[in-house]
């Protein structure tokens, strides 16, 4: 299945580019992407999976799936 | 628009009763059986180094169970929103009188402020910077190895040096403002508990439930759905509680003794460590036509952060985007810097960068009109933003804009209509009157750059009411009240069938913060969302109970009817009933994310933004030239807020605003000198009082409905309280003809440019 993926702010540094789309076999999850990415501080993060937040690593990916990762931020 | 029951109805707050009388039980009121008291030992020194901590006496004295420092914390030894520049407790350097080097649990409160006096640390004291100006040369000490300046923000668009050279009229001045306390009447405050599988669980006043959880998390290297956070209620934050407090140090304290912990700052220590405005240094040059079109704009900014960044950065971008107010202005030359210095550190606050520079600006503009002869208020209809125009980043207004209307309104109101009346009647011979008037705008949401998100949750309860989960905590600002409206008039209830949960990852799912006038959009949109997932389960059951198809449902308020034949209807309180013989729950959630700007702006995040509330504000002062002393009689405050979902609601945020920017204008400043807090406390830090009440405020509500808003709301927490400053200090102007360029303007500020006008 193909994922979409997205970084953004701090994030950007795990990617050659901001959005590019990977591919995983049938039954990946959150946790094999951010393997992938090289993503080792997985505890000051956000990451929204077809625009819900995911609280877990183990959450399933999906074909199509939209998958933003960013860190926290606050603003004004 | 749709038909609405309760949203744009003065409804009373659900929490009024409680706070009136003195029930509702705050963060600082809870208490557990065994529960430990927290002190945090803070700074001797505003820069030093720290040589050695030596704890073995503290640890000794009867009744004190812990004494933690940086050896004990077990994941990153920092905290921070944006970047965790700032130490839990400090190992080797500390940069402000704030910062933490030790923290102790005790049987009693009084032991543990006893132990910290136990507490041995050796410094070794350094130079310290406590102007950013002089931080930002080589030659200064350095508050952080990364170097003193902590972010910069430079855009520039047309060709500003054509349009001074062409302008009739320029204006050019140095504006300085205050170091704000937010001054909530709950210091940082909180407990917490831990259980048998070292689950933690904080409340703690706060602003942003999810994040506290994660910055917690990464300071104890703790999966973060091992603690829970509950910031709902907070007893006022104003921005001040959006950074970490005293989460982190409760949840240490429960880690490492398995009591329950509480810690509640006193007023002193939340004045020396706690967060404040950022005090900016603003430089201003403003060009115009003869006809009062402005031309051109160069503002440089120098923003001082304190010791450490918090949102530091974001402040300084959204100063810079709202610095050339709500006005149209093509060329413009805009610089900003923010920079660590050795003072408290400053972070947001109700307004967050737009209070200092719209003081800025709305002065100039006053300066130009009077320049040229033109009156103060249609200048600003003449430049004031509309529909489709680009603002000052090159950005497109392509959502609603009221700034005309809210203008427009002021123009109409009593106190602009009988102005020359009412300044011709001073209360005494030395006392002279003016009227003043500013606008601004006030970006929405968190900009562009990241995902603005936001989830709610509405379910159906057994005994047909509906639990509303939006985790946007209540700080004082009423957003519960207004969701409770909202989610009414989505599902089709009553507001006595709503059940609110609110700030509470245990409960709730994340809506993102309750800062940025976001969280009645984003709650508003995402439980819109929530009511339509809910109706198609509702739906499911309904058509099951009616015998009709699903498609032929419609929902009322309180029940379930059928298109084709209405005089079959099922109540919520049935199908919940059916629902609990089922088995079965009927849930619904909401996931919205903000629509953002178009334009982008390479290199920046946070700005600019797609949505604004905008405000007009209006001041009737009256000055004492003996003493300088200034009085607002009257105010007039006329929000865009939308829609107005609780307009009571808007009301009581408009008058509260009205003050906290009075407070701004004319007495609140926290005084560091050499990285020393002098005014530690309310007997010198001098908030305005019931006594210092306008006698009047009123609040005219403008709405212009943001057709992406819930019912057409945008938000208005903030920019309540941001033109309301310089409409005083231009009445200071328009009674005795001295311009304010520094807030606050106390009274020997006033005196002093009185006399200087004496002069010759």
């Given at each position: 299945m193909k994922v979409n993926v997205c970084l953004f702010g701090p994030m950007q540094k795990y990617g050659d580019k901001d959005k590019f789309q990977m591919e995983f076999e049938e039954g990946a999850t959150l946790a094999n992407l951010l393997d992938r990415l090289k993503i080792e501080d997985r505890i000051y993060i956000v990451i929204l999976i077809n625009g819900r937040r995911a609280y877990d690593e183990d959450e399933p990916l999906s074909d199509g799936a939209e998958v933003l990762i960013m860190a926290p931020t606050g603003g004004g | 628009m749709t038909k609405t029951k309760w949203v744009g109805t003065d409804v009373t707050r659900i929490d009024a009763k409680d706070k009136v009388c003195g029930t509702l039980e705050y963060m600082?009121?809870?208490?557990?059986?065994?529960?430990?008291?927290?002190?945090?030992?803070?700074s001797k020194y505003p820069h030093a180094l720290i040589k050695k901590i030596d704890t073995k006496r503290a640890k000794e004295l009867d009744g004190v169970v812990t004494v933690l420092t940086h050896e004990d914390v077990p994941g990153l030894n920092g905290f921070g929103i944006a970047i965790p520049d700032q130490p839990v407790l400090c190992r080797d350097k500390v940069r402000y009188m704030g910062d933490a080097i030790a923290l102790v649990g005790a049987e009693s409160k009084e032991i543990a402020e006893q132990a910290l006096e136990l507490i041995e640390v050796e410094y070794e004291p350094l130079p310290i910077v406590d102007d950013p100006e002089e931080a930002m040369l080589d030659t200064s000490p350095l508050v952080h190895e990364t170097g003193n300046i902590h972010n910069h923000v430079k855009?520039?668009?047309?060709?500003?040096?054509?349009?001074?050279?062409?302008?009739?009229?320029?204006?050019?001045?140095?504006?300085?403002?205050?170091?704000?306390?937010?001054?909530?009447?709950?210091?940082?405050?909180?407990?917490?508990?831990?259980?048998?599988d070292k689950n933690i669980t904080i409340w703690c006043g706060g602003q942003h439930p999810y994040?506290?959880?994660?910055?917690?998390?990464?300071?104890?290297?703790?999966?973060?759905?091992?603690?829970?956070?509950?910031?709902?209620?907070?007893?006022?934050?104003?921005?001040?509680?959006?950074?970490?407090?005293?989460?982190?140090?409760?949840?240490?304290?429960?880690?490492?003794?398995?009591?329950?912990?509480?810690?509640?700052?006193?007023?002193?220590?939340?004045?020396?460590?706690?967060?404040?405005?950022?005090?900016?240094?603003?430089?201003?040059?403003?060009?115009?036509?003869?006809?009062?079109?402005?031309?051109?704009?160069?503002?440089?900014?120098?923003?001082?952060?304190?010791?450490?960044?918090?949102?530091?950065?974001?402040?300084?971008?959204?100063?810079?985007?709202?610095?050339?107010g709500a006005y149209r202005v093509e060329n413009v030359r805009l610089e900003g810097f923010c920079v660590y210095t050795n003072n408290g550190v400053a972070g947001a606050f109700r307004g967050f960068g737009a209070n200092q520079v719209t003081f800025a600006v709305e002065t100039q503009v006053d300066m130009i009109a009077e320049k040229l002869g033109m009156d103060r208020l249609e200048i600003r209809k003449k430049n004031g933003l509309r529909k489709g125009d680009i603002a000052a980043l090159g950005h497109k207004m392509e959502a609603s804009v009221g700034l005309l209307r809210t203008l427009e309104a002021a123009e109409n109101s009593r106190l602009w209509q009988l102005r020359e009346e009412l300044k011709a009647k001073p209360g005494a011979p030395h006392k002279k009157r003016g009227i003043g008037i500013a606008c601004s705008f006030q970006g929405c949401g968190l900009g562009k750059g990241l995902p603005d998100y936001g989830a709610a949750t509405i379910e159906l309860l057994p005994n047909g009411q509906f639990a509303v989960g939006v985790s946007c905590p209540e700080i004082g600002q009423g957003n519960t009240t207004a969701f409770v409206q909202i989610a009414a008039d989505y599902i089709r209830c009553s507001i006595d069938d709503i059940v609110m949960?609110?700030?509470?990852?245990?409960?709730?799912?994340?809506?993102?913060?309750?800062?940025?006038?976001?969280?009645?959009?984003?709650?508003?949109?995402?439980?819109?969302?929530?009511?339509?997932?809910?109706?198609?389960?509702?739906?499911?059951?309904?058509?099951?109970?009616?015998?009709?198809?699903?498609?032929?449902?419609?929902?009322?308020?309180?029940?379930?009817?059928?298109?084709?034949?209405?005089?079959?209807?099922?109540?919520?309180?049935?199908?919940?009933?059916?629902?609990?013989?089922?088995?079965?729950?009927?849930?619904?959630?909401?996931?919205?994310?903000?629509?953002?700007?178009?334009?982008?702006?390479?290199?920046?995040?946070?700005?600019?933004?797609?949505?604004?509330?905008?405000?007009?504000?209006?001041?009737?002062?009256?000055?004492?030239?003996?003493?300088?002393?200034?009085?607002?009689?009257?105010?007039?405050?006329?929000?865009?807020?939308?829609?107005?979902?609780?307009?009571?609601?808007?009301?009581?945020?408009?008058?509260?605003?009205?003050?906290?920017?009075?407070?701004?204008?004319?007495?609140?400043?926290?005084?560091?000198?050499?990285?020393?807090?002098?005014?530690?406390?309310?007997?010198?830090?001098?908030?305005?009082?019931?006594?210092?009440?306008?006698?009047e405020i009123e609040t005219i509500i403008a709405e212009e409905l943001e057709p992406s808003g819930p019912f057409g709301a945008k938000g208005i927490g903030e920019a309540v309280c941001v033109p309301i400053s310089p409409a005083i200090t231009n009445a200071i102007h328009d009674a005795c003809g001295v311009w304010m360029k520094q807030i606050p303007a106390t009274p020997e500020r006033v005196y002093t440019a009185l006399k200087s006008k004496e002069v010759p």
């Open positions: - | 600082s009121d809870l208490s557990f059986p065994n529960m430990i008291y927290g002190a945090v030992l803070r855009i520039e668009r047309g060709d500003v040096e054509a349009a001074f050279n062409e302008a009739y009229v320029v204006v050019e001045n140095t504006y300085f403002t205050p170091r704000q306390m937010h001054a909530f009447l709950e210091p940082e405050s909180g407990v917490a508990t831990i259980d048998d994040r506290d959880q994660l910055q917690v998390a990464r300071a104890l290297g703790m999966n973060p759905r091992k603690i829970r956070i509950i910031n709902t209620p907070a007893g006022g934050a104003f921005g001040g509680k959006d950074e970490i407090t005293v989460q982190i140090y409760l949840a240490l304290l429960v880690l490492h003794t398995d009591r329950p912990a509480k810690i509640v700052l006193s007023r002193e220590e939340s004045v020396i460590a706690g967060m404040k405005r950022h005090p900016m240094k603003i430089y201003m040059k403003t060009a115009a036509a003869a006809d009062g079109t402005i031309l051109a704009n160069e503002v440089r900014v120098v923003s001082d952060t304190g010791a450490y960044a918090s949102l530091g950065g974001p402040v300084i971008g959204f100063a810079i985007e709202h610095s050339c949960l609110s700030g509470d990852t245990g409960h709730t799912l994340d809506s993102g913060t309750s800062t940025a006038s976001r969280s009645v959009y984003t709650g508003g949109n995402a439980l819109k969302l929530a009511a339509g997932n809910l109706h198609s389960a509702i739906s499911t059951l309904a058509a099951e109970i009616l015998s009709v198809p699903e498609s032929d449902i419609d929902i009322e308020y309180g029940s379930a009817v059928s298109k084709s034949c209405p005089e079959k209807t099922v109540s919520f309180k049935k199908i919940a009933e059916l629902m609990v013989e089922r088995g079965k729950t009927i849930k619904g959630e909401g996931y919205f994310i903000w629509p953002v700007s178009e334009t982008e702006l390479e290199g920046y995040v946070g700005i600019p933004h797609l949505l604004y509330s905008y405000i007009t504000q209006i001041a009737l002062v009256e000055v004492n030239t003996l003493t300088g002393e200034t009085e607002v009689l009257e105010a007039v405050s006329v929000p865009d807020p939308g829609k107005a979902i609780n307009p009571q609601g808007v009301e009581g945020q408009s008058e509260g605003g009205v003050v906290m920017g009075m407070g701004y204008a004319l007495t609140e400043d926290t005084i560091i000198e050499e990285g020393i807090t002098l005014t530690r406390n309310f007997s010198t830090y001098i908030l305005p009082t019931s006594l210092d009440m306008p006698c």
